[in-house]
């Protein structure tokens, strides 16, 4: 069992920046491939962004492409989003998911454990 909680989200202005973090506990680490994903009220849940076990490979999505950056902490248990030059179509409940093993995916159904989420609001 992993456990995961997210933190660091907020409500920011139209070109503002937000770090999330998502702790990981329960298991190594290190052999779970990690992902974010996000909700929008109305819409479904989407992928944001990937890294795998070393941090090697990382595939965003095409709205993040540019402005968010993947990256984790293997000895701190922790991934993180950092999200520069965000947008009020960025305003979603933010979750960061796991998945034991090398294959990094965008898609939701293949992750094992994921996080309550944590909500990101940009105003106008």
């Known amino acids: 069992q992993v456990q995961l909680v997210e933190s660091g989200g907020g409500l920011v202005q139209a070109g503002g920046s937000l770090r999330l973090s998502c702790a990981a506990s329960g298991r190594t680490f290190s052999n779970y491939a990690m992902g974010w994903f996000r909700q929008a009220p109305g819409k479904e849940r989407e992928f944001v962004a990937a890294i795998s076990r070393s941090g090697g490979n990382t595939p965003y999505a095409d709205s993040a492409k540019g402005r968010f950056t993947i990256s984790r902490d293997n000895a701190n248990n922790t991934v993180y989003l950092q999200m520069n030059s965000l947008k009020p179509e960025d305003t979603a409940v933010y979750y960061c998911?796991?998945?034991?093993?090398?294959?990094?995916?965008?898609?939701?159904?293949?992750?094992?454990?994921w996080g309550q989420g944590t909500q990101v609001t940009v105003s106008s």
């Open positions: 998911a796991a998945r034991e093993g090398a294959i990094v995916t965008p898609r939701l159904s293949v992750y094992d454990y």
